[in-house]
């Protein structure tokens, strides 16, 4: 049988108001006349007419953060310990065999920017698409943030996941999850919100830090969850790229239908 890619993950594309300031990644792109110049150094006596057309080669140099686009984020970057003291994995030391499973597309686009998914919703919304979770799947959640990619209220688009449904999805032997979303958690500015009105720190990265308990990883930055067609039944690869020692690392990931 044919098979269908669809590509999940977002460019990463220079000065897009996506991110936080600090964040935003910056690209130099070297074209093919600027390349000839640079063969000249490593070419001595090479003039720029012996090339094809006159054109040398083509680059570019990127300054990022490992959260820049589509990402994995590893449970190093939630707290230095998980599964209740263990020492926390960094990127390069994910198990592969984590980053290739069935996938499970799970739908709360119809929930409001900032509103928390709950346990009772996975819950239901596994119920409503006849699915029993098994360990290694791996959880897409689709929130309709991708949507705002590239613009700056994509930073508070989306709703979010909560301590308590990110740890149901863990007991069930979730390892990988992903969202179409800035973060995995909802919006920072709902939280920051929420956390100076009631002085409780427990809401504060509470998705992020339920890694403490039970370590796990998450994709953000997802896009065309839209583009799936069916809510199980495919694949999901998500092998990140292998950065000694760090919190996260860019995947290209795809489903495969």
């Known amino acids: ?50 090339l094809p ?72 919304e596994l119920k409503r698409i006849d699915y029993e979770l098994k360990p290694f799947d791996i959880v897409l959640i689709r929130t309709g943030a991708d949507k705002f990619w590239g613009k700056e209220e994509y930073l508070t688009k989306g709703c979010g996941m909560t301590r308590d449904s990110t740890l149901y999805l863990l007991e069930k032997g979730v390892k990988i999850t992903g969202i179409d979303a800035w973060s995995w958690d909802r919006p920072l500015p709902y939280l920051a919100e929420e956390f100076k009105k009631t002085d409780d720190p427990a809401i504060i990265w509470e998705a992020h830090f339920a ?28 092998f990140p790229v292998k950065i000694k020692a760090a919190s996260a690392g860019w995947v290209r990931a795809v489903a495969i239908i």
């Open 1 to 50: 049988m044919k098979k269908k890619i669809i590509d999940l993950s977002i460019n990463i594309e220079a000065d897009l108001p996506s991110d936080p300031p600090m964040m935003i990644p910056k690209i130099t792109y070297v074209d093919h006349k600027a390349g000839a110049t640079q063969m000249k150094d490593f070419f001595p006596g090479l003039e720029e007419n012996q």
């Open 211 to 238: 890694g403490i308990e039970k370590g796990y990883c998450h994709m953000e930055k997802l896009t065309n969850l839209d583009k799936i067609p069916q809510p199980h039944g495919f694949q999901i690869s998500c």
């Open 53 to 124: 057309n006159g054109l040398g080669w083509a680059l570019e140099m990127v300054s990022l953060t490992t959260h820049s686009g589509t990402h994995l984020d590893a449970p190093y970057h939630y707290h230095p310990t998980m599964d209740k003291g263990k020492k926390a994995l960094t990127i390069d030391e994910i198990p592969l065999e984590w980053c290739f499973n069935d996938g499970v597309l799970l739908n709360f686009s119809h929930l409001g920017d900032g509103e928390p998914i709950s346990r009772d919703q996975i819950k239901a």
